[in-house]
């Protein structure tokens, strides 16, 4: 049976459970519902920036499986916790650049 993972402020908006049988703090597979290659290659890039982080990779089951499998294996820190500092990496890059994009506009109004 698959668990449904409640995310630490439950507002994140993905709609995630374990893949699969078998699982543990230090390598699992996540099921994100609702997402595809533009979420799971960000995350993925952003798991494999942290150094706790062994291995991580995601797959699209079929394409017309509205679904990615995330895999995550860490060295010693659970691997839920390096996803909610990928998605908070993730956020802060957007972050960034959204603020960059709003200086760029004040900039071009002011010209």
């Known amino acids: 049976p698959q668990s ?7 507002s994140s908006g993905i709609n995630a459970e374990y893949g699969g049988e078998e699982h543990d703090d230090l390598c699992t597979t996540l099921v994100l519902h609702g997402e595809g290659h533009t979420l799971g290659n960000v995350v993925r890039h952003m798991l494999i920036k942290n150094p706790a982080v062994e291995f991580a990779g995601y797959s699209v089951p079929h394409p017309s499986e509205d679904k990615i499998n995330l895999r995550i294996q860490t060295y ?36």
């Open 4 to 10: 449904r993972l409640l995310w630490p402020d439950q």
């Open 76 to 111: 010693d820190t659970p691997c839920l916790s390096a996803l909610y500092r990928a998605l908070d990496d993730v956020t802060e890059v957007c972050d960034h650049v959204l603020d960059q994009i709003d200086k760029a506009e004040e900039k071009f109004k002011k010209e």
